[in-house]
Nanobody
Framework: QVQLVESGGGLVQAGGSLRLSCAAS????????MDWYRQAPGKQRELVAT???????IYEDSVKGRFTISRDNAKNTVYMQMNGLKPEDTAVYYC???????????WGQGTQVTVSS
């Protein structure tokens, strides 16, 4: 059974930093794209950043220059360094991974990020 476990969320003041991690386990096949999504109260879940297996990245406009997504394929882990955090970044952050061997996406349980003003 494939599992994704996020960590690194918390409470931080505006302008601060956090580093999220998401480790995948429970399978023997490669992961393709790995993504970070977030969902704020009363809003739809939105894509924040994505990284391909070969390291290509795409960011949502509001986080460009502040967030950096990366991955360690040997550890089956994706990271997101978040700098210059703003109150509007407050949300539950979820990682997602696509495993082509199973032809589907898998989600983590989410980690809360709260930025105080």
């Amino acid at each position: 059974q494939v599992q994704l476990v996020e960590s690194g969320g918390g409470l931080v003041q505006a302008g601060g930093s956090l580093r999220l991690s998401c480790a995948a386990s429970g399978y023997m096949f490669s992961i393709q794209a790995m993504d970070w999504y977030r969902q704020a109260p009363g809003k739809q879940r939105e894509l924040v950043a994505t990284v391909s297996r070969d390291g290509r990245t795409i960011y949502e406009d509001s986080v460009k220059g502040r967030f950096t997504i990366s991955r360690d394929n040997a550890k089956n882990t994706v990271y997101m360094q978040m700098n210059g955090l703003k109150p509007e970044d407050t949300a539950v952050y979820y990682c997602r991974a696509f495993l082509p061997a199973f032809g589907q996406y898998y989600w983590g349980q989410g980690t809360q990020v709260t930025v105080s003003s």
